[in-house]
T-cell receptor, first 113, second 110 residues
Framework: DVKVTQSSRYLVKRTGEKVFLECVQD?????MFWYRQDPGLGLRLIYF???????EKGDIPEGYSVSREKKERFSLILESASTNQTSMYLC????????????FGPGTRLTVT | GENVEQHPSTLSVQEGDSAVIKCTYS??????FPWYKQELGKRPQLIID?????GEKKDQRIAVTLNKTAKHFSLHITETQPEDSAVYFC?????????FGKGNQVVVIP
């Protein structure tokens, strides 16, 4: 079974803090993704990575950056957290490009106060 | 980029009846169309997918149909059960990423 894990289920941070969300997958997948999920807006792609040290912007990259130093780990960074970044963050991985099944992590509920 | 829309946003069905959710997409080059199910408090999971060279695919009580000319695809759930209650997301992909719809809340009434 593919396992995708995320570092925290719930996180509360203050405005202006630097926030790190980490995701680890154990299936040697090439591609990893970060989404945010908000009620009524579905899943929106923030960033994705198709290889170590490679990254591509998704649909809503503003205010976020990512890091992929190892194949199994993909980090999402909020340089200076703002209240409008309060959301559920989902990480996913897939064997290859966009036309393969994506396996999701359990999500991190981030609240910025 | 790709734009995926789902209809209706909420669907209530009696247990045992069928449920149909329809999605439309904008990019005719999209060639992969998965459906994900997300139960309350859980992660999205793939339940069925279809590629552009196929018109229909079935897996037990779940089926997906694709109309490339009209650029829409639909999820059909027959003999609905309470455990089918969830949010269902459709998506479309042509290369390196998926574009998701906003999701449909399906409620199965016992």
């Amino acid at each position: 079974d593919v396992k995708v894990t995320q570092s925290s289920r719930y996180l509360v941070k203050r405005t202006g803090e630097k926030v790190f969300l980490e995701c680890v997958q154990d299936m040697d997948h090439e591609n990893m993704f970060w989404y945010r999920q908000d009620p009524g807006l579905g899943l929106r792609l923030i960033y994705f990575s198709y290889d170590v040290k490679m990254k591509e912007k998704g649909d809503i990259p503003e205010g976020y950056s990512v890091s992929r130093e190892k194949k199994e780990r993909f980090s999402l960074i909020l340089e200076s957290a703002s209240t409008n970044q309060t959301s559920m963050y989902l990480c996913a991985s897939s064997y290859a490009s966009g036309d393969y099944e994506q396996y999701f992590g359990p999500g991190t509920r981030l609240t910025v106060t | 980029g790709e734009n995926v829309e789902q209809h209706p946003s909420t669907l209530s069905v009696q247990e045992g009846d069928s449920a149909v959710i329809k999605c439309t997409y904008s990019d005719s080059a999209s060639n992969y169309f998965p459906w994900y199910k997300q139960e309350l408090g859980k992660r999205p999971q793939l339940i069925i997918d279809i590629r552009s060279n196929v018109g229909e695919k079935k897996d037990q009580r779940i089926a997906v149909t694709l109309n490339k000319t009209a650029k829409h695809f639909s999820l059909h759930i027959t003999e609905t059960q309470p455990e089918d209650s969830a949010v269902y997301f459709c998506a479309a992909s042509k290369a390196d990423r998926l574009a998701f719809g906003k999701g449909n809340q399906v409620v199965v009434i016992p």
